[in-house]
């Protein structure tokens, strides 16, 4: 020590230089170990480095997967046994058949719908055309004016949707391409 009571430096630096020098032996066996290419002889010198060197040259290395869906990965499946499995596997059946059930009901659904839709409208336009041709001969302007807004509604039910969704579509991949 010296007289202003801090350590000699020369000490400190010894007393680093063997850890300094472990510290890269240690790396690079553990690059040999990860090519493959490490001998017996070598892996014991990394096995007595490593139980002798401080914890913080220990390292640590962790491994996380993660799953998503009604059945575990092969490894964690296989883990069960046969009953379980079966169990684990039917519950999947099970739940994959109830979405294509709800899928379909969903979609059978919009199908009923515009049909009652069309159905509606085509009953709607005929009974105006009726009525215009019911009014005509007593006024051919009160007719021209049921039967052009009679035609201008039709339109405007089946052609206004379909512009409407092209418009959105338009927007939807102009606002995408400028990302």
Do not use: C
Request: charged share 25%; net charge neutral.
């Amino acid at each position: 020590m010296m007289s202003n009571g801090e350590p000699e430096r020369g000490r400190i630096s010894e007393h680093l230089k063997p850890q300094a020098e472990s510290q890269k032996i240690i790396e690079t066996l553990i690059g040999k170990l990860e090519s493959g290419s490490l001998t017996q002889e070598e892996q014991n010198r990394l096995s007595e480095l490593l139980k002798n060197a401080p914890s913080s040259v220990v390292m640590t290395a962790s491994r996380r997967q993660t799953f998503i869906g009604p059945v575990p990965a092969p490894e964690q499946l296989n883990q069960y046994d046969e009953k379980t499995r079966d169990i684990i596997l039917g519950m999947a059946q099970n739940e994959q058949r109830h979405a294509h059930e709800l899928r379909e009901k969903g979609l059978n659904g919009a199908i009923a719908k515009d049909r009652r839709g069309q159905w509606l409208g085509a009953a709607i336009a005929i009974t105006g055309l009726l009525v215009a041709a019911f009014v005509a001969p007593y006024s051919a302007v009160a007719a021209a004016i049921i039967g052009s807004l009679d035609l201008f509604g039709m339109v405007a039910l089946f052609v206004a949707p379909r512009v409407l969704e092209n418009r959105r579509k338009f927007s939807n991949e102009m606002s995408n391409t400028d990302h």
